[in-house]
C-alpha cells in the first residue's frame, strides 16, 4: 500500500498479527520512500532493515506492476549474523522467541519461510490488486481476512463470491501453499445440517455427514455430464467435488438470499446454533465462536512443500458472523479460524467484476 506524507511517498507493508490472534488489528511497516524533489526529479529510500533508510531504486514493469531493488543490501544484516537476525525476523514476525516453539515441525517452517523471505528482500515485485465486487445477496460482505493455518501461522485470504460458489484467494502464502492458489471453495448450493453439540465431538459423524455430501456433488457432475450435448461447447476437465469446476449457472441462483437473510436472524441476536469442534480436530486459537450461523460443503486445497502434489480435498465451511467464518479440513483433522480484516484500503474496488475475474486469474497464474 502506498501514502503520501508531505513530499514524500511511502510504500507499507501489511501484516498479520501474531499467531494465532485473528481478531487483532494488522500490522504494518514501511518498505520504501520515494522522495519528491523539484524540477520532477525524486530519489527513492529502502527502508527494510534495521539500520535506517538506505539508497534504492524503483522501477515500472508494465501497468499496475512496479519493483523495488536495494542497492545497499548490507543494511539488511546485522552483526550477529545469520542467527541474530532469524532470532530478530521471528520476534518481528512471530512475537516469540525459538525457545518458545517446541513442536520440532512448526520451528522446520518457521525455519523454511525465514530463508525463503530473507533471499528476496533486496529486490521486491508489487502487482496491484483489488478488493472483490460485492452483491446484496452475497452470504456476507467479501474482503481481506486474516486465517489460522496452523504452523505456517496467520496467513491472508480475499473471500469473493461467484454465483454458486465462494473462494478464499491466498493473498500470504507459506510453502506449501503459495500466494495466490484457491485455498478453500466453498460450494453454496450444498447446505450441511450440523448434528447437535454432543454428536458434533465425534469426529466420525462429521466425517461422514461430509463425504455423504461429497458424493452427492459427485454424482450431481456425472449427471450434468451426462446430460450435456456431445457437441456442447464448455466440455472441460472436472474435479469431482470441486464446485468451481460446475457447469455454468445464472449469476444468482445459488441459494435463496432472502431465505437465508431470515435463518440469520437467530444468530444476529445471539441465539445461533451451537457449535464445537469434533474431538481430535486441532486448532491454533481456543477461543473460536460457540455458536454458527450455517454451514456449507466446501474444498480445500492442500499440498507437499514446494506446490508439490496439490489437491483438494473436503471440509466444512462455517459461517460464524458478519466478520468471522471457519473451516474444518476433514484430511487434516484440523480447524481455520478467519476474522475480517478491518483496515480500510482507497481506491481498491474492482472498476468490474469482469477486471476483478482478471486479476484472480493473473495472481493464480504466477505461481501455477
Known sequence: MRSVDGLFIIGWMYLPPHDPHVDDPMRFKPLFRIHLMERKSATVECMYGHRGPHNGHIQIVKKDEFSTKCNQTDHHRMSGGRQEEFRTWLREEWGRTLEDIFHEHMQELILMKFIYTSQYDNCLTYRRIYLPPSHPDDLIQPGLFKGTYGSHGLEIVMLSFHGKCARATKITGD??????????????????????????????????????????????????????????????????????????????????????????????????????????????????????????????????????????????????????????????????????????????????????????????????
Open 175 to 368: 510453502p506449501n501453499i503459495p500466494a495466490g492458489q484457491q485455498t478453500v471453495e466453498i460450494d453454496l448450493m450444498h447446505r450441511i445440517q450440523l448434528p447437535d453439540v454432543e454428536t458434533l465431538r465425534n469426529f466420525n459423524e462429521l466425517s461422514r455427514i461430509v463425504l455423504e455430501v461429497r458424493e452427492q456433488v459427485r454424482l450431481e457432475q456425472q449427471q450434468q455430464q451426462e446430460d450435456r450435448p456431445e457437441d456442447g461447447e464448455g466440455h472441460g476437465r472436472h474435479s469431482p467435488g470441486d464446485p468451481q469446476h460446475s457447469p455454468a449457472q445464472p449469476d444468482r441462483e445459488p441459494w435463496d438470499g432472502g431465505a437465508v437473510a431470515a435463518e440469520e436472524q437467530p444468530a444476529q441476536g445471539g441465539q445461533g446454533q451451537p457449535f464445537v469442534l469434533p474431538v481430535g480436530v486441532s486448532s491454533r486459537n481456543e477461543d473460536y465462536p460457540r455458536t454458527c450461523r450455517m454451514c456449507f460443503y466446501g474444498t480445500g486445497l492442500i499440498a507437499g512443500h514446494g506446490f508439490t502434489s496439490p489437491e483438494r480435498t473436503p471440509g466444512v465451511f462455517i459461517l460464524f458472523d458478519k466478520d468471522r467464518f471457519g473451516f474444518i479440513w476433514l484430511e487434516l483433522k484440523s480447524f481455520s479460524l478467519y476474522s475480517r480484516v478491518q483496515a480500510s484500503f482507497r481506491n481498491a474496488d474492482a472498476p468490474s467484476p469482469q477486471a476483478f475475474e482478471e486479476m484472480l486469474k493473473n495472481i493464480q497464474s504466477l505461481t501455477s
